[in-house]
């Protein structure tokens, strides 16, 4: 126990001390004055819409996760699977991937929902978003080609992955992982119930990727993440030349640099990705720097907000949980 506490808190340290040294990069670049007065010639009135995506993300995919959840018979209340889904964001923005199991813990505490339930429901949510992830990985790798463009290929470089030993180093893993699974099914197949359980409740959902409902909802979130990146773009005039296109980009830089488990909703490695999309596409560093300072300030300002009307709503609503 003790060994698994420490090497949390090494694990943690080590990525508060990656986002230190990756917004340390960004800022030492910066002139602190230059910086106040670039964003000071911001267009806020963008801001709104902003605002109103954000608050539309949230509800579809509190919907799209109750249709998930009503596969396996279950039906949580708007506002109860708000304040598991905006906790979970507010605790992940501390500890990387903690907001997972509050949203089950808050389930758990509200509606008594089953932790195979709600688990199943989480790992089948987080893998369609990461099919959905690759699909638009790969539209952008053909969508490069289409417009000369290499941002995403100076960043991943497909071709060395294919060449040497990496591929089959991959394949044989994999096989090999495949293999040890199986054999240990094979052992303790009997002890394998809530396994059992877990796979008929994924094997039930699955359905859904055909549910036109599913699909709508999947689809808006992912429209409007790219939104809340383009939207942006009309904060300076210098960005707001940018193209379609070259906001898709850096919606997809932006997001895989999210995907990393740095505490702060990825600080540093957001601000660095963005900088580096933008500065590619010829924009001066003040403006690039700016622009990535205001799209992360804001999203964890939401976080805050939501997570705060969230606790209000169990704390003081509901009282399922109570201050002493």
């Given at each position: 126990?003790?060994?698994?506490?420490?090497f949390?808190?090494i694990?943690?340290?080590?990525f508060?001390?990656?986002?230190?040294?990756?917004?340390n990069?960004?800022?030492?670049?910066?002139?602190?004055?230059?910086?106040?007065s670039?964003?000071a010639?911001?267009?806020?009135?963008?801001?709104f819409?902003v605002?109103?995506?954000s608050?539309?993300?949230?509800?579809?995919?509190i919907?799209?996760?109750?249709?998930?959840?009503?596969t396996?018979?279950?039906?949580?209340?708007?506002?109860?699977?708000?304040s598991?889904?905006?906790?979970?964001?507010?605790?992940?923005?501390?500890?990387?991937?903690?907001?997972?199991?509050v949203?089950?813990?808050?389930?758990?505490?509200?509606?008594?929902?089953?932790?195979?339930?709600?688990?199943?429901?989480?790992f089948f949510?987080?893998?369609?978003?990461?099919?959905?992830?690759?699909?638009?990985?790969?539209?952008?790798?053909?969508?490069?080609?289409?417009?000369?463009?290499?941002?995403?290929t100076?960043l991943?470089?497909?071709?060395?992955?294919?060449?040497?030993?990496?591929?089959w180093?991959?394949?044989?893993?994999?096989?090999l992982?495949?293999?040890?699974?199986?054999?240990?099914?094979?052992?303790?197949?009997?002890?394998?119930?809530?396994?059992?359980?877990?796979?008929?409740?994924?094997?039930?959902?699955?359905?859904?990727l055909?549910?036109?409902?599913?699909?709508?909802?999947?689809?808006?979130?992912?429209?409007?993440?790219?939104?809340?990146?383009?939207?942006?773009?009309?904060?300076?005039?210098?960005?707001?030349?940018?193209?379609?296109?070259?906001?898709?980009?850096?919606?997809?830089?932006?997001?895989?640099?999210?995907?990393?488990?740095?505490?702060?909703?990825?600080?540093?490695?957001?601000?660095?990705?963005?900088?580096?999309?933008?500065?590619?596409?010829?924009?001066?560093?003040?403006?690039?720097?700016?622009?990535?300072?205001?799209?992360?300030?804001?999203?964890?300002?939401f976080?805050?907000?939501?997570?705060?009307?969230?606790?209000?709503?169990?704390v003081?609503?509901?009282?399922?949980?109570?201050?002493?």
């Amino acid at each position: 126990m003790f060994k698994s506490k420490l090497f949390l808190a090494i694990q943690y340290l080590f990525f508060i001390g990656a986002s230190v040294w990756l917004i340390n990069y960004c800022f030492h670049k910066v002139d602190i004055n230059k910086f106040y007065s670039t964003l000071a010639l911001g267009h806020y009135w963008i801001a709104f819409f902003v605002f109103l995506f954000s608050i539309l993300v949230y509800v579809s995919r509190i919907t799209r996760w109750n249709i998930i959840l009503k596969t396996v018979d279950e039906d949580i209340s708007f506002m109860n699977n708000f304040s598991s889904v905006a906790l979970g964001y507010l605790v992940s923005f501390f500890f990387p991937r903690g907001g997972e199991a509050v949203k089950l813990l808050v389930l758990k505490k509200t509606d008594n929902l089953s932790i195979n339930k709600s688990v199943s429901s989480t790992f089948f949510e987080r893998l369609v978003d990461m099919i959905c992830l690759l699909m638009l990985i790969a539209l952008l790798f053909v969508l490069e080609l289409v417009n000369n463009s290499s941002l995403i290929t100076q960043l991943v470089n497909p071709k060395s992955f294919l060449q040497g030993n990496k591929i089959w180093f991959s394949l044989v893993s994999l096989m090999l992982g495949l293999a040890i699974v199986y054999v240990i099914y094979k052992k303790y197949k009997a002890k394998f119930t809530w396994l059992f359980s877990f796979i008929d409740n994924v094997k039930k959902m699955v359905g859904l990727l055909a549910n036109i409902k599913f699909t709508f909802h999947t689809f808006f979130i992912w429209l409007s993440y790219y939104l809340l990146t383009y939207l942006w773009f009309f904060v300076f005039d210098q960005t707001s030349n940018l193209t379609v296109f070259q906001a898709f980009q850096v919606m997809m830089v932006g997001t895989v640099a999210r995907s990393i488990p740095l505490p702060a909703g990825a600080l540093g490695a957001y601000h660095a990705a963005v900088v580096f999309a933008l500065t590619y596409m010829k924009v001066d560093y003040d403006i690039a720097f700016s622009l990535a300072f205001i799209i992360h300030g804001f999203q964890t300002v939401f976080t805050f907000v939501c997570g705060l009307v969230a606790i209000f709503w169990l704390v003081v609503v509901k009282k399922i949980y109570r201050i002493k």
